[in-house]
């Protein structure tokens, strides 16, 4: 069954124990200088990283929710190809519910075995937990609005109507041996009580097979990430997952942090594509978790600029900015004449004395 598919023990998994970088000096090596401080102790015996950490791809949901862009079947399944074959370990292909092309989108990429486990997205929905059983997908990800202001005045809902559809659409999935990851929209500007009554609830009457933190306005501090991990891990006992907006640009370091703090899938972007200002960062939140904590996660991390320059080409009038971290054309483009003559003086031997 696709449920046991994505379990972590079970033997067709592809995840592995994530892969500690083991150097005298992780912090410097022929790739990388970043600060030793990243390793000091007092640091390091703070993290509560899991074995494992996973990511869960969103650029053809999430990421296609941004403005003028909208990738056709072909678009779609190329992608999840380039997504496969650069490690990423979950791919969430869309939603089956939004038009017929997206369904045989999903339906397509599931039947490729890419190699990476396929995703699709639903409403708390029976109706939409059934088309994604149709694609054949190995699990979904339910939507719920989780906080009191959306659940009254956007969908114009009484609270307990929430409750209701998530038990029974929770429950239809599991029944239907799909993974099943809640996703609570705006769970975090939502009273924290009625959130934590709302996940108990659904995980005790209905079913998680996982919980998606949810910050659907980019509006967590890393402090609070921390914060609501905790109060999260202290209610339910479930995996838990980081799904953070970029809106006030802490995406990538709210994840971090949230992994940091046992949270075990990361949802990332790519290049954080995504509505408003996207979500975390697929190639920052890797190449931090390598460079900086020494985490190998297995992703392939050469194939990172192509797929940036691939799914971002595939947006009309769309150009990458230059300074973009990891991916920007000129991001090794120096003017300032002591930079300059670092570089010169440095030379091809020493370059990292001058980059990171």
């Known amino acids: 069954m696709a449920s046991q598919f994505c379990k ?8 592995r124990k994530t892969r500690r970088i083991k150097m005298n000096t992780p912090w410097k090596t ?15 015996s703070k993290f509560n990283f899991p074995e494992k950490i996973k990511i869960h791809d969103i650029t053809l949901r999430d990421g296609e929710q941004q403005a003028g862009l909208v990738f056709n079947k072909e678009e779609k399944i190329a992608i999840a190809e380039k997504l496969a074959e650069a490690g990423v370990h979950r791919i969430e292909m869309g ?31 029976i109706d939409d937990v059934k088309r994604a059983v149709d694609c054949g997908v190995d699990g979904i990800v339910v939507e719920i609005p989780a906080s009191e202001h959306i659940i009254e005045h956007a969908y114009r809902w009484p609270l307990q109507k929430a409750i209701d559809l998530s038990i029974e659409a929770t429950s239809f999935a599991r029944d239907n041996g799909l993974y099943t990851v ?14 934590l009554n709302l996940i108990e609830k659904v995980a005790t009457e209905g079913h998680m097979d996982a919980l998606a933190i949810v910050d659907t306005f980019g509006v967590l501090s890393p402090h609070a990430v921390s914060f609501i991990v905790k109060k999260i891990k202290e209610r339910i006992d479930k995996p838990l997952e980081a799904h953070f907006h970029n809106d006030f640009g802490l995406g990538t370091a709210n994840t971090l942090i949230a992994l940091a703090e046992g949270v075990e899938v990361a949802h990332t972007s790519v290049s954080a594509t995504g509505e408003r200002a996207g979500n975390a960062s697929l ?68 370059i990292l004395e001058a980059f990171p």
Not at 8 to 15: H, Q
Not at 95 to 113: C, F, L
């Open 8 to 15: 972590p023990g079970s033997k067709n998994s592809r995840y």
């Open 30 to 44: 022929d790739k990388w200088f970043v600060s030793p401080l990243n390793y000091d102790s007092e640091v390091t």
């Open 95 to 125: 939603m089956p519910a939004v038009s017929k092309q997206d369904q045989q989108a999903i339906t397509e990429a599931a039947k490729r075995n890419l190699g990476a486990e396929i995703f699709c997205f639903s409403r708390c929905m």
């Open 182 to 195: 809640y996703f609570t929209i705006d769970a975090t500007r939502a009273d924290l009580n009625w959130v």
């Open 283 to 350: 190639e920052e939140v890797v190449l931090t978790l390598l460079t900086m904590y020494g985490m190998d996660i297995g992703i392939k991390t050469e194939k990172l600029y192509s797929l940036s320059k691939f799914v971002l080409g595939k947006i009309p009038g769309y150009k990458i900015a230059t300074n973009r971290p990891i991916v920007g054309e000129k991001l090794y483009n120096v003017e300032s004449g002591i930079i300059v003559d670092w570089i010169r003086k440095c030379g091809d031997k020493h």
